[in-house]
């Protein structure tokens, strides 16, 4: 049902059709390979998940890198990898993020960041947030 929406009211900032209603990310420094969160919506919403992942390897030539993945209720909706054929030192840097529409209910969010052969420096970063958008009617 489309309520009423003075053009004045929205121009003034008084009333925002948008709404965030769940948001979450990783703690500082998180470096544990995966995370998760449990999403309960009650409103058809869009959810934006942004996902960060870095790990070094220092040692003799090897083949390394890593994976990071993005599943929503099992899932995969997004993911990337960095890898090197060769080195003996080197940083790997990997993101991935989408934008996705979910239904009411609960959802389950899981991000991993697999390792091959790095050895130090683990990073995760992820942050989501929901976003509904109600339906207005636009009045003079």
Not at 27 to 55: F, H, M, R
Not at 74 to 101: K, L, N, P
Request: aromatic residues 10%; contains cysteine; proline residues 4%.
């Amino acid at each position: 049902m489309k309520e009423d929406l003075k053009k004045s009211e929205l121009e003034n900032g008084r009333i925002s059709p948008v709404r965030i209603i769940a948001m979450n990310k990783t703690p500082e420094g998180y470096s544990e390979n995966k995370w998760q969160d449990y999403i309960e919506i009650k409103v058809p919403s869009l959810l934006t998940i942004n996902a960060c992942a870095s790990a070094n390897y220092s040692g003799p030539t090897a083949n390394a890198g890593i994976r990071l993945y993005v599943k929503l209720n099992g899932q995969r909706v997004a993911a990337d990898m960095s890898f090197e054929g060769e080195s003996s030192t080197v940083t790997f840097f990997s993101s991935a993020s989408t934008t996705i529409y979910l239904e009411p209910g609960r959802h389950n969010l899981e991000v991993y960041r697999e390792d091959i052969r790095v050895n130090s420096n683990f990073k995760l970063d992820v942050n989501y947030f929901a976003v509904f958008a109600k339906k207005y009617r636009i009045i003079g």
